[in-house]
């Protein structure tokens, strides 16, 4: 597995979750690597991606809220998850925008939030 996510876990609606993506160094210095999650049903999204410098981009749904970082040296990736909500109830996943193809998804890591 090139990329790992972990940290899942249920937690109640408004609680927080951090969730680390370990992976090869290879990956790591690539420009940007990135969050996703996955609903049963619904297409994967990515919810937010970070450049090598650590500039941050997050979807409209999590902005505000969810927080991405890097640590090259470590060749970790973290998703820090503040005021979740029971709609980001979701598998996790990191990989690499526009590489997809080219790495395994992985397991993922469960999300759930209670209402």
């Known amino acids: 597995v090139q990329l790992q996510a972990s940290g899942g876990g249920l937690v109640q609606a408004g609680g927080s979750l951090r969730l680390p993506c370990v992976g090869t160094?290879?990956?790591?210095?690539?420009?940007?690597i990135g969050w996703y999650r996955q609903v049963p049903g619904k297409q994967r999204e990515l919810v937010a991606a970070?450049?090598?410098?650590?500039?941050?981009h997050y979807a409209d749904s999590v902005k505000g809220r969810f927080t991405i970082s890097r640590d090259n040296g470590k060749n970790t990736m973290y998703l820090q998850m503040n005021s979740l909500k029971p709609e980001d109830t979701a598998v996790y996943y990191c990989?690499?925008?526009?590489?997809?193809?080219?790495?395994?998804w992985g397991q993922g890591t469960l999300v759930t939030v209670s209402s």
């Open positions: 990989n690499v925008p526009g590489f997809e193809s080219d790495f395994s």
């Open positions: 970070i450049t090598s410098d650590g500039s941050p």
């Open positions: 160094g290879r990956i790591f210095s690539l420009n940007v």
